[in-house]
């Protein structure tokens, strides 16, 4: 324990660094929405990215962490930016394979792997069960401590989606279904979720309800956790899920109306003491302000804390990508002692729309000193990082790039920005 304080300690210490990769799509927010898993990722000495180009292509690049060069291949396969919704997302399983899926938005899946472990040379599209594999949006990521990954995805629509999961086996290098329908909306909502994994295992998954395509129809917040590599499920309290989970079954770890500037798909963590945190904003009752929120547990009860820092309304309403004041959060913890500490990593308008991040050495107690990463704009930018690099070393890298998303799903005419990696200390 002391030595993963001195860790944060010592992080904290370090000088931001930013290293330039190539100019990259900024014309809507497709490179940086909050649910790319990962836009980032690290395998042993060798840290990975992806990023659409000027021209809609998948680049793909690696280099060696602590080294400012990269080496970047276009791919031959390209996304409809025009929709900020196909993102990129990928990873590297525990064999050294990288696997990428790009351009999703109900839509047939879009799939492929590395020739071999490390290379930037990949296979054609490839399927990978062969089921509920036609209308899928939102796919990501996740690797086990096994090394194996498991891939989460949206099969239908806004409003009328269930969750599916898939598990990669790096043995035999096949894909098998776990759940066509681990979340089900009943044909009446969808789950918007965030998931983690822990340094146990323990795949947690937090999700909102939505009624409609309209993102005010957002409410609660519900959780579940599997500790079998996503075969089981069970409540925070070690109840045994029924499966699917519906909104009747779920555990409600926080109740929040509909039309509360709620918004969906934003992140959660679990350190080493597998205790999650969810972050998210909505609006209180009676306040006109949207805040900033973790959720947590703390001595096994659901927690609810407002960070308070924003003094202006806005609100959200309708469907497709929108032009939102602030981002959706990363929130990141770690032990500190006896206490647990956080980051939570923004942006908003009120701070110039610059890379912000709001710590606090102890979560109990609701303070939070803010600072920021960047000195200029960052435009609609969201936070995504390297969860992996986290995970193994509390190294924090941030994608960073300045994009424009317009409201609904317009084009913005400015021309290709440069994407960065933030190593920035947070810790401390």
Request: charged residues 20%.
């Amino acid at each position: 324990m002391a030595g993963l304080c001195l860790c944060f300690f010592l992080q904290a210490t370090l000088a931001q660094k930013t290293t330039d990769v190539e100019k990259g799509w900024a014309s809507n927010s497709a490179n940086t929405v909050v649910f790319r898993k990962n836009s980032l990722v690290s395998f042993e000495q060798t840290q990975y990215i992806s990023f659409y180009d000027s021209m809609g292509y998948v680049v793909v690049g690696k280099r060696q962490l602590g080294s400012k060069k990269w080496e970047l291949k276009r791919t031959a396969f390209k996304g409809k930016t025009a929709d900020a919704h196909n993102c990129i997302s990928m990873m590297v399983d525990g064999a050294g394979y990288i696997h990428l899926s790009w351009d999703h938005h109900g839509n047939p899946l879009r799939y492929c792997k590395s020739t071999a472990p490390g290379l930037l040379d990949f296979t054609e599209k490839l399927p990978m069960t062969g089921s509920m594999e036609t209308n899928v949006t939102y796919p990501e990521f996740h690797r086990l401590p096994n090394g194996n990954l498991v891939f989460l995805y949206r099969d239908g629509q806004s409003g009328q989606g269930n969750l599916v999961i898939n598990h990669y086996d790096i043995t035999t290098g096949t894909w098998k279904q776990l759940h066509k329908n681990l979340i089900d909306g009943e044909k009446k909502r969808n789950a918007y979720w965030q998931a983690c994994i822990d340094a146990r295992g323990t795949i947690h998954i937090s999700w909102v309800w939505r009624e409609s395509s309209d993102v005010s129809s957002n409410h609660d917040m519900c959780y579940a956790q599997s500790t079998d590599g996503g075969i089981s499920w069970q409540k925070s309290t070690g109840e045994k899920y029924s499966l699917p989970i519906n909104a009747s079954t779920a555990e409600y770890v926080a109740i929040i109306p509909q039309k509360s500037e709620l918004i969906n798909q934003t992140s959660m963590y679990a350190g080493e003491d597998g205790n999650p945190i969810i972050a998210s904003y909505w609006r209180d009752e009676g306040d006109s302000i949207p805040q900033y929120h973790v959720v947590y547990q703390l001595a096994g009860k659901w927690q609810t804390q407002n960070l308070g820092f924003r003094k202006t309304p806005f609100s959200l309403s309708g469907s497709g990508s929108k032009r939102i004041p602030i981002s959706r959060p990363q929130i990141l913890s770690w032990s500190n002692g006896n206490k647990t500490g956080a980051s939570l990593i923004f942006r908003d308008e009120e701070r110039g729309s610059k890379v912000s991040v709001a710590t606090t050495k102890d979560l109990s107690n609701n303070k939070w000193k803010i600072k920021d990463l960047t000195k200029k704009s960052v435009g609609s930018w969201e936070p995504t990082y390297d969860t992996e690099l986290w995970r193994m070393k509390k190294q924090l890298h941030l994608f960073v790039e300045f994009t424009e998303q317009i409201d609904g799903e317009g084009k913005a005419d400015i021309a290709p920005q440069m994407v960065q990696v933030l190593e920035a200390g947070i810790g401390g």
